[in-house]
């Protein structure tokens, strides 16, 4: 019987010891070919060797950067690393991104670029591209008025307050496409403004700036060069005063009728809590609805509401953009930010200059959802918007609420 109880005991430890450890994955590994790339100021693209050890079923490799100015793109099947930077038109640059796989130790590479070399004066890299399209109504080629600025121009295409804008009067025989709005090409400066197949008039190209009380700076473009590739803008021009300018700009090159009101100039992602809300019935309105005009205040930051519900006796609820239609039911909507000579109506964000509304920052919301909550003498805002340029405007007003009726 003893002899018969001790083998028991040893095969229980034979299984126990079977089960410790064998069982266990390997832990997967990151191997790589480089911790750093460099870059010279004309950018390019450099391939870093990858490798993952222990691979496990379904995992991908991820990529975290600490700037936009580079990419990062893996290679299929985790094969390697594609780095690409662009043109650095400033100071030398450095940054980092880091890769990661399951539970492999993470991997940061350092991307660096030199300092752009050039003999301009001013290198200028826009914030904006708008313009007029003339089509041939001013000469027999094609007419394409555009301006380059860091805040977008008036509704009549006018400079705002404390801007710089690029006026550029530029001719191709060439009508606009969904491919090239504006036609690819150089343009040559026109001293005789004869409007001649890729050219650019020298009646109409200048240099704005403007002050906070928008007086304005003119200096005329003498001489140079627009380059216009596939969805990339580069201008070097001579002006009056002897200073040579480099004017750039990548993304969207349409040239239209419309213009953006917003002051943007990129995404607006925000969470103020502490804010003063104020609601207001305005009374009845269209389709028997009632009209609410909200206000939330913190610091110099202000948000505008026009809402429409059939609720008299709060503004809570979901709202969509109001529409032009003329039957379009009222019920929860908000109208979309408009301008208009007594000033701004709709929803608007904007700031504050000593309790004015001076226009050096503003956005009209124009599309998306706003949601308003309302919890006794507290209330909520939330945002999932955009504006009239395209910039998102998300996030959360939240504070102290009075509601009172217009009389």
Known sequence: MKKFFALVALVALALTSCDNGNNELPTPQLNIGKVRVEFNAQGGTEQISLKVVNPVAGEQVAVEKTADWFEVTIAEGNTAIAVTVGENLGAAREASFTISYATAQPKTIAVKQAEAKSDCDVV????????????????????????????????????????????????????????????????????????????????????????????????????????????????????????????????????????????????????????????????????????????AVKGDDLFMLDVFTANAESPAGIYTKLSTGSMEDYNNKYMPGLMTEQGLIGAWYTQLVDNVIKGYVMAPIVDGLIQIIVDGDTATINYSASDDGGAKIEGSVSGSYTQEISE
């Open 124 to 295: 200028f890299e826009s914030l904006r591209f708008e313009g007029y399209y003339f089509g041939t109504e001013y000469s027999s080629n094609y007419n394409y008025y555009i301006a380059l600025s860091d805040i977008a121009v008036k509704s009549n295409f006018t400079p705002k307050a404390n801007g710089t804008y690029y006026y550029f009067d530029l001719y191709s025989n060439k009508p606009g496409s969904a491919t090239e709005p504006l036609p690819n090409g150089t343009y040559t400066f026109d001293a005789k403004d004869t409007f001649a197949h890729q050219t650019f008039s020298a009646g109409a190209s200048y240099l704005i700036t403007t002050d906070g009380k928008n007086k304005e700076s003119v200096v005329k473009i003498k001489g140079g060069t627009v380059t216009v590739t596939d969805g990339k803008f580069d201008a070097t021009i001579e002006l009056e005063n002897g200073e040579t300018h480099r004017v750039v700009y990548e993304g969207d090159l349409t040239v239209d009728l419309d213009y953006v009101n917003s002051t943007l100039a990129e995404d607006f992602t925000f969470n103020f809590e502490g804010a003063t809300i104020t609601a207001t019935n305005l009374g009845v309105y269209e389709m028997s609805k009632y009209r609410w005009y909200i206000e």
